[in-house]
């Protein structure tokens, strides 16, 4: 007994034009997720580190890939110099920059923006909801206005 004319059975079956499409709809499903959990991302994740690159001053606090902590002496075109210690300066590759510190006013910056959005969010959430209590009120006066 063959096990041949079991398996094309199937495909004889599902030949067709309708097939084919409702076979590539899963693929598609699955390109697009892909796109919006990973490629998206790291895309944003990519523009905000070459901002960050670019933006890189003296005086600046940076870590390294490496871990290593210091302060950019000198910027250059590719390259920047940091003071890690008194008497010793590491010249890196901009790309071995991981991230920038912030200093303290910054922190501060930051922390107040976040607060003002926090609030402003809280103040329509509350708006909104002083407004979605006063429509059944709304309703009630124009039905009794009706009568």
Do not use: W
Not at 113 to 126: D, I, L, S, T, V
Request: hydrophobic share 45%; aromatic share 6%.
């Amino acid at each position: 007994m063959s096990f041949i004319p079991f398996l094309t059975a199937g495909a004889e079956q599902a030949a067709g034009p309708a097939s084919l499409a409702g076979s590539f709809i899963p693929l598609l499903l699955i390109i697009v997720i892909f796109y919006f959990f990973l490629i998206r991302p790291q895309n944003k994740k990519q523009k905000q580190t070459e901002k960050m690159l670019a933006a890189l001053k003296k005086g600046d606090k940076v870590i390294t890939i490496g871990g290593i902590h210091g302060v950019i002496s000198s910027v250059k075109e590719n390259t920047v110099i940091v003071k890690v210690d008194d008497d010793c300066k590491i010249e890196f590759n901009r790309s071995a920059i991981s991230t920038v510190e912030l200093s303290d006013a910054e922190k501060a910056k930051l922390e107040e923006e976040a607060a003002a959005k926090k609030q402003k969010k809280f103040a329509f959430g509350k708006a909104k909801k002083s407004e979605e209590a006063a429509e059944p009120a709304k309703a009630e006066a124009a039905s009794e206005e009706n009568k």
